[in-house]
């Protein structure tokens, strides 16, 4: 028995529902959680060894490198969507 190919609308309502629901929590949720985990180890590091004067260069180093982290992680998650959702819609 031959199956149906799904529509190309179930293709386009899984990206749909990927860039504008799945892509900004994720965002939203990863990019705090690495904040906070690089402003703890740079705050920890920086403040003890060189003192409180240099808290601003420690909050910019932390959103920089939460920023990168969090663009890897949705590098990643956009990958595997494609390779492991997608591709069964095609």
């Not at 629901?21 to 740079?42: A, E, H, M, S």
């Amino acid at each position: 028995m031959m199956m149906n190919k799904p529509a190309k609308k179930e293709k386009l309502a899984a990206i749909i529902l990927f860039w504008g629901l799945v892509v900004p929590i994720i965002f939203g949720v990863f990019f705090r959680i690495f904040f906070i985990l690089f402003n703890f180890v740079y705050g920890f590091m920086v403040l003890k060894l060189l003192g409180q004067e240099y808290t601003g260069m420690v909050f910019g180093i932390s959103l920089i490198t939460s920023f990168c982290f969090t663009l890897g992680v949705l590098i990643w998650v956009h990958k595997q969507y494609k390779k492991h959702t997608l591709a069964t819609l095609i």
